[in-house]
């Protein structure tokens, strides 16, 4: 027989406080000890406005899922930039696209965004809570080349189902 499942949902528009920054971590709903994640549906954009053309194309923004045991200091979470290799749940990376630009004769406003497109993402690793339980963090972060360049706005909204104990 079939264990029981929910899905617990969770929207951060403009996360962070509204920041315009280069790292955004998202405590997304936790998991208890003997539940699992079973699929997560998630759909987010990075989103950098200048007033400076092309300002932002082409810098790396990378996000990234991961799952910790229960009380762990988001200080202390790897970053998806340097540690690509840890244990993430989820990874992706890709680049500053510019969508949008406004000019007129004594202005220019331009948005640069990633992703461009289809913004939802379909995760179907798993993974089963710590012991005591697990949080459940989403990372985006863009690169420090030139960070006033690729600082962002973030806004996430996920779908996660959760398989509960027998």
Not at 40 to 51: E, L, P, V
Not at 58 to 76: K, M, N
Not at 114 to 140: C, E, H, M, T, W
């Amino acid at each position: 027989m079939a264990r029981a499942t929910e899905w617990r949902r969770q929207i951060d528009e403009y996360a962070n406080d509204v920041a315009k920054q280069n790292l955004h971590i998202v405590q997304w709903p936790s998991i208890d000890p003997d539940e699992t994640i079973g699929r997560i549906r998630f759909g987010w954009q990075a989103t950098h406005s200048t007033d400076q053309p092309f300002d932002a194309a082409g810098f790396v923004v990378v996000s990234a899922i991961i799952v910790v045991p229960a009380g762990l200091d988001p200080i202390e979470l790897p970053s998806p930039v340097t540690d690509p290799n840890e244990d993430w749940m989820w990874w992706e990376t890709g680049v500053f696209q510019t969508p949008a630009a406004v000019v007129n004769d004594s202005s220019f406003f331009e948005v640069d965004s990633y992703p461009v497109g289809d913004l939802q993402r379909d995760v179907r690793s798993q993974r089963k809570a710590d012991v005591s339980g697990s949080d459940v963090y989403f990372i985006a972060q863009s690169t420090t080349l030139s960070a006033g360049q690729s600082d962002f706005y973030l806004s996430v909204g996920v779908s996660m189902l959760v398989i509960l104990p027998a």
